[in-house]
């Protein structure tokens, strides 16, 4: 792959692979989403035997169908599970696996089930985190992620590390299909690096070569992504409370 291939042609070009290969499944169509794959099952398995994720006592994950198998896993272990609704639009869920029985546990893992059994939290009672997982649609092997277009898990991320619930150092982590890992993707400011990518037959690990961002860019914050994330006014009146 070029270098020169921007982000909309590598979502493409990955949608139509994971089609034409077979290898995609429910939800469909996948374009447009965080893709669904054969073998998700075994690159959580692959992610979840890792030291990041063993020592994790809270941690983030993206809710789409793919990462299901992660997400599941983070409450069967006993940690507590923050999840990001669809397009933040009613902020975030904790799920504290200590209050939800145990024969639901495979339900609260799916989107509809975390809204039944999970709780909305502000960020004021948000756990730090120790662990993020993010879903992909592209991922290069330098750590630059290719989401679905929307911007979301950017926006997710600069929210925390701007409300001291992220660190530099904290890891994020992705589960993909080994036909989503590319050469080479493009990096925008407010991108954030993988550091470890899972697929169903390795783990990479990535050597990062630049910082994280350390929190919103808000320069690049719209009136609408204000009138629809309520969570990101709460965060922007805070900003402003606390400037000297």
Excluded: C
């Excluded at 075994?42 to 993206?62: I, M, T, W, Y």
């Excluded at 985190?129 to 649609?137: E, H, Q």
Aim: charged fraction near 30%; avoid cysteine; glycine fraction near 8%.
């Amino acid at each position: 792959m070029e270098r020169s291939e921007d982000k909309e042609a590598i979502r493409k070009r990955i949608w139509r692979s994971l089609e034409e290969s077979g290898v995609s499944r429910f939800p469909r169509p996948i374009k447009g989403r965080i893709p669904n794959f054969l073998g998700a099952e075994k690159a959580a398995r692959n992610l979840v035997h890792l030291s990041e994720f063993q020592r994790a006592r809270a941690v983030k994950v993206n809710p789409d169908a793919p990462q299901t198998p992660v997400r599941k896993t983070v409450l069967s272990e006993g940690k507590l599970l923050i999840m990001p609704t669809p397009r933040l639009r009613r902020g975030f869920l904790a799920l504290d696996p200590s209050s939800i029985p145990g024969s639901v546990l495979p339900r609260a893992s799916t989107i509809k089930g975390a809204f039944a059994h999970g709780r909305p939290i502000s960020i004021e009672d948000l756990s730090t985190i120790d662990l993020v997982v993010a879903g992909s649609v592209a991922v290069s092997r330098s750590g630059a992620r290719v989401g679905k277009g929307g911007g979301y898990s950017e926006i997710e991320y600069g929210i925390l590390r701007e409300s001291g619930l992220l660190a530099e150092e904290t890891p994020i982590a992705t589960t993909v299909h080994d036909l989503q890992v590319v050469d080479n993707a493009p990096v925008e400011d407010h991108d954030f690096l993988v550091d470890i990518i899972a697929t169903p037959s390795e783990v990479i690990r990535v050597n990062r070569g630049r910082r994280q961002p350390s929190g919103i860019l808000w320069e690049k914050v719209t009136p609408k992504m204000l009138e629809v994330m309520p969570i990101l006014r709460e965060v922007r009146k805070k900003r402003v409370l606390n400037q000297p």
